[in-house]
């Protein structure tokens, strides 16, 4: 892994990145203006978080489809929490979340104690934790939080919004633990070659049960800034939420067979992605045409990507 | 060997239940659940509630033959909902616009096969896993939709385009196309050399490839199947109420996908059946309506399928680590 | 030259299944088989063998059509062919039965034995009661009537699958059966029938390739041997005129002793013990001492319980009974982490799948079982992990543009200097190598001889791991020898000659003689 050839993906995407905010710009004078592009880091930060945790659980060679899920899960618990058992609103959420990570990690048993493929056991776990969602809610929504609790969503800090400095932390940390870290070095070797990997004395079962655990947490996080921000929880919040993580992660530059990928190029992934909803929707694009645009641009990455690394050879 | 013509120590009987043994548990729940729940509530078993169970749940069990077929190759398919619903959509708009009904069926079918056909394609030579091909195309599908018809239902479909509300010799025809496909690809799966070849690629590859058999080609036949099944349960979709909504019941796909995996389809590919995932899809229908009837909130049954699909995973791989 | 005699006489008789005349292969300019000369008639039993490395393999692949031959050429029936492809060497009437059968585990019986070709009814639907009768009928002919054609692949023995490969290709009407080491992986009860059902096919009249390293099978089977060594035509003779000595000699061909580096000093304490340790039934009762400054040569045949026994030593496999020892204190070894931490490091068999992570640099492979080490802090040190890697490519002598360059771009040699320098860096007390010089070209083979001798006159203790015969007996101070998962002999360096050794490693033994 030179840093010449990692950083080659990442400058052909920050290049369109820069193209795209270029054209979109030209097409709408709304788009490039202070206000909307620090309201699109607020809309962006939920995504952007799970994609952080996503872009580590696609380098080990898996996948996780229950991310959405655990995001509605968690979201609904908050609520029950503190409206039904009548918690405190901090330990509501503290408890919430501790929910959803456990979600992750039972995610990282089924995969790493069973040897469930890790699409097979997060699909089994996208409908298992809906379900528990909608279960648990029978479809009522919760409102009326307290208005201290809206800072997470809506509150700004220095003029910028709460959840793009949460993002930002995150995906500083989420940077470093993967290029610089043994944990990081781990990650790769797993889903490069997960037998050379173990048998150099790297604990691959643990380091998926930590990155799936992870998975769990960053969801939970997202889900406590999502019901923040839309004042309300309903359990089918982050419904094919996964998807769009996916789509950053791999727009990003990570190999869906795993073994390559960094958290920069999802950061840009995911600029990318939300400057394209964004611009298209200022630009009169309805907002279900975008969702077209994100599979064809899921498609075409991977495509991109497929041919690439077979010009590489194995 | 005198015994020959029968293999010793397993009687047939014995040969019967181990070849069909999912099936066998699902029938046996089905009856089970029949009798308990009736026994609760007798209205469970009136014939307007078993006529909406198998008739409305028809077009499920007949997209699950086709995702069996995927899945027995190795392979998966998360758009088959949000198809279900295009198919649905230009079905009925066809119909409304006065298009000959004929073209209203067999255009969608057309549409739904060439879909899948791409799929497949891409699939198939580029190694890219099914699940993000089809993933991406969800995304297409869905918003292509709901931007097409930006939420409106549509309305007054002509009598003669309702075909899954004709009732041929008083069963509704949705359930003679459920048990008439299932037969017919049962037969197809156990007596061509495509149907086997089906087993052969999704149990080893590279066996099936020194066998003859092109892989490639036969992944790109099983999802252009799999759109057949997926253009019919459509079909059946849009003709089963007076108004086709813009929306597909929610994670339509995973239902479908279950069904296939609780009737005895391997998700690590090369084995199952369509008869278990017909009957696994009954099965599910059943269960909805029993809830219902037992007076369980219906907002449960989700929960209740994942919690089936898992458990019947972690027994296949429990199942799986033990024959080795 | 006698084996040309009975070619030539053989050519003049009867069209032969098949025959290969001055057949060449050269792989990156290696030259694999030079001008190799073989035939086959109806109905006899040819044993082919060599050592590894010796171009058994690669005539196979070039008779099953896997491989084209760069000179040379190919006759079926006396008329010249050229295989593009496995499906025209089978269409020849040339079939496999693979070591790593090819099979649909999920499929019955009589499926496996006809997909590809099922019998059809009228209609063109496949025709599932003929099937299954032709089916038990190819079973019965090779006194497998036993078998339930409709019970599933995966739940039978590795036997019984291969008696399946071997009814498929008597299905195609195989005239010309190629058999690669087929006893290696089998219970002493399979070989028994394997044999019994290659002389019925040998009644049928089917040519067969036997490839095998098990001297008592060769005597009881085979009609005439063909010897390749070094990728040429050690000698082709009809089995009568042999005896063990003879065919070892013929493999073996050269002096041994010079080639090798001699030992440095003197043997040391005990460092590693094991005593009656096993790992389910796959390896058994294994009780052994590991000294300070020796070389341990494991011998045995492919399939005899070597690799397992690195393996549960190594933590990949842990022990299900026995105690392994170091330095006298019994230690548990549940993972390779913990064996790393205990001082023993592990250089695999399976280089490309178990030894490196190709896509990655030779710094990244290099620092992957070390990294506790080259951490600073939280974080891995960019600069120790670059000079570690720098050190160990001046060190080894490894052949690259530097630390940066991805391991898959290395020759083979280098790589195995990759993955030692690997497993070096941390300061192992104990080295396993497993096929230490397999598919590595002679100068980096004698290169990886010198290091292993001198590391072992620094104090390592070494158990090497090897299918070479001649490597076995030049490199090791003592030879254990293995053969159907126990440890069944043991020599010291002056008794350890390729007589003695081979004879018991090819040995058959029953359970019982084992134990």
């Known amino acids: ?314 | 060997m005198s015994g020959a013509a029968f293999s010793p120590g397993r009687s047939n009987l014995q040969r019967f239940l181990s070849g069909y043994g999912q099936e066998i548990v699902v029938l046996l729940s089905i009856a089970a659940l029949f009798a308990v729940v009736g026994a609760v509530n007798p209205r469970f078993l009136s014939d307007t509630n078993i006529n909406s169970i198998f008739a409305g749940n028809a077009y499920i069990a007949i997209a699950a033959i086709g995702m069996s077929m995927i899945i027995m190759a190795g392979h998966i398919d998360v758009s088959v909902g949000a198809l279900i619903g295009v198919i649905a959509t230009i079905a009925g708009t066809l119909a409304v616009k006065g298009y000959p009904i004929w073209m209203a069926w067999s255009v969608p079918i057309i549409f739904a096969i060439a879909v899948n056909a791409a799929v497949g394609t891409l699939v198939a030579y580029t190694r890219i896993p099914s699940i993000v091909v089809t993933l991406g195309m969800l995304s297409i599908l869905k918003g292509g939709l709901i931007s097409a018809t930006q939420g409106e239902w549509i309305t007054n479909m002509p009598a003669e385009f309702m075909i899954a509300q004709m009732r041929p010799f008083g069963i509704p025809s949705a359930v003679w196309f459920m048990v008439a496909l299932t037969i017919i690809a049962a037969l197809f799966l156990r007596y061509t050399d495509f149907g086997r070849s089906i087993y052969a690629v999704g149990g080893n590859m590279e066996a099936a490839r020194a066998a003859g058999i092109n892989p490639e080609r036969t992944v790109i036949g099983v999802f252009a199947l799999h759109g057949l099944f997926a253009g019919i349960a459509g079909i059946l979709f849009a003709t089963q109420l007076q108004v086709i909504q813009s929306t597909v019941p929610p994670n339509l796909e995973l239902t479908i996908i279950t069904a296939s995996v609780i009737g005895g389809v391997s998700i690590l590919g090369g084995t199952g059946t369509v008869i278990g995932s017909t009957l696994a899809a009954i099965l599910f229908a059943c269960i909805g309506s029993a809830l219902i009837f037992l007076n369980v909130s219906a907002y449960w049954l989700r929960a209740v399928l994942g919690l089936m699909i898992l458990a019947t995973v972690l027994a296949d791989m429990v199942r799986r680590r033990r024959d080795k | ?515």
């Open chain 3, 1 to 515: 030259m006698r084996a040309d005699e009975i070619g030539a006489a053989a050519a003049v008789g009867a069209a032969l299944p098949i025959e290969l005349r001055g057949i060449s292969k050269s792989f990156a300019g290696i030259t694999v088989v030079n001008s190799v000369s073989f035939d086959m008639r109806p109905g006899e039993v040819h044993a082919l063998m060599g050592e590894n490395g010796a171009g058994k393999s690669t005539l196979i692949k070039i008779m099953a059509g896997l491989y084209q031959p760069d000179a040379g050429e190919i006759l079926v029936n006396g008329n010249a062919v050229r295989f593009a492809s496995p499906k025209e060497a089978h269409a020849a009437g040339i079939a496999t039965v693979h070591q790593e059968l090819l099979l649909f585990p999920e499929l019955t019986v009589a499926e496996n034995i006809f997909l590809g070709q099922t019998p059809k009814t009228a209609l063109g639907t496949i025709d599932w009661t003929a099937m299954r009768r032709r089916a038990r009928q190819l079973l019965e002919e090779l006194d497998s009537g036993d078998l339930d054609i409709d019970q599933k692949v995966v739940h039978l023995s590795v036997g019984n699958r291969q008696r399946i490969e071997i009814a498929r290709a008597l299905a195609q009407d195989a005239r010309v059966l190629i058999m690669d080491e087929p006893t290696a992986a089998l219970a002493e009860q399979d070989v028994q029938r394997l044999m019994s059902i290659v002389r019925r096919l040998r009644k049928r009249g089917v040519a067969i390739v036997y490839v095998s390293h098990r001297m008592p099978e060769i005597f009881a089977l085979a009609d005439r041997v063909t010897v390749l060594r070094d990728g040429n035509l050690a000698g082709a003779k009809p089995v009568p005129e042999v005896d063990e000595p003879t065919l070892v000699s013929m493999m073996v061909g050269r002096s041994i002793d010079r080639l090798y580096p001699a030992k440095q000093g003197k043997d040391g304490d005990t460092i590693l013990e094991l005593a009656g340790v096993a790992h389910r039934s796959v390896v058994q009762d294994i009780s052994f001492k590991l000294h300070r400054g020796e070389i341990l040569g494991l011998a045995g045949l492919v399939g005899s319980g070597r690799t397992e026994t690195a393996l549960t030593i190594f933590g990949v496999t842990p022990a299900t009974a026995g105690q392994i020892l170091i330095d006298g204190k019994p230690a548990i070894i549940a993972s390779p982490g913990q064996a790393r931490d205990l001082g023993i490091a592990y250089v695999p068999e399976d280089r490309a799948h178990q030894g490196l992570i190709r896509p990655q640099t030779i710094e990244d492979n290099i620092a992957l079982a070390n990294l506790r080490r080259l951490t600073r802090g939280l974080f891995v040190d960019a600069a120790k992990v670059a000079a570690e890697a720098r050190g160990a490519i001046a060190r080894f002598g490894i052949r690259a543009r530097g630390p940066e360059q991805p391991v898959r771009q290395l020759s083979g040699g280098n790589q195995q200097k990759v993955v030692l320098a690997k497993w070096l860096a941390t300061n192992p007390r104990i080295l396993i190598m497993d096929e230490p010089t397999r598919g590595i070209d002679v100068g980096a083979k004698a290169e990886i001889h010198q290091l292993m001798r001198k590391l072992a006159g620094e104090g390592m203790a070494i158990l090497m791991i090897s299918s070479e015969l001649p490597e076995v007996l030049g490199m090791s101070d003592r030879v254990l020898v293995m053969n159907g998962g126990r440890i069944v002999g043991q020599f010291d360096k002056e008794h350890a000659t390729a007589e003695a050794v081979g004879t018991v490693m090819t040995r058959s033994y029953t359970r019982e003689q084992a134990a």
């Open chain 1, 1 to 314: 892994m030179t840093a010449a050839k990692l950083f080659r993906h990442e400058t052909i995407l920050a290049a369109l990145t820069v193209i795209a905010m270029i054209v979109l710009a030209s097409l709408s004078d709304k788009f490039f203006t202070a206000e909307n592009l620090l309201n699109q880091g607020r809309l962006m930060a939920e995504v952007g978080l799970i994609s952080l945790a996503m872009t580590f659980v696609i380098v080990t060679g898996g996948i996780d489809l229950s991310v959405g899920s655990i995001l509605g899960l968690t979201a609904i618990l908050l609520g029950v929490f503190w409206k039904n058992l009548g918690l405190p609103l901090p330990a509501a959420i503290l408890l919430a979340m501790v929910c959803g990570t456990f979600a992750g990690f039972v995610n990282g048993l089924i995969i790493t104690r069973f040897s469930v493929p890790p699409l097979i056991a997060t699909l089994a776990t996208l409908a298992l934790y809906r379900g528990l969602a909608e279960g648990i809610s029978e479809a009522r929504s919760v409102r009326g939080y307290p208005e201290w609790f809206f800072f997470f969503g809506q509150g700004e800090v220095l003029g910028v919004p709460f959840q793009l400095w949460v993002l930002g932390i995150a995906t500083a940390i989420a940077a470093v633990i993967l290029g610089l870290t043994p944990f990081g070095r781990a990650t790769y070797a797993t889903g490069a070659n997960e037998v050379a990997a173990r048998f150099s004395g790297i604990r691959v079962n643990a380091a998926k049960l930590w990155i799936y655990t992870a998975s769990g947490f960053c969801a939970a996080l997202a889900a406590v800034i999502f019901v923040s921000r839309v004042t309300t929880t309903r359990s089918d919040m982050g419904t094919g939420l996964e998807l769009d993580a996916i789509t950053a992660v791999v727009l990003g530059g990570t190999s869906i067979f795993g073994g390559r990928g960094t958290i920069i190029g999802t950061a840009l992934g995911l600029i990318l992605i939300q400057a394209l909803k964004n611009g298209l929707a200022l630009s009169g694009v309805k907002g279900d045409g975008t969702i077209v645009v994100i599979g064809l641009v899921l498609i075409g990455a991977i495509l991109v990507g497929a041919l690439f690394d077979r010009n590489r050879g194995g």
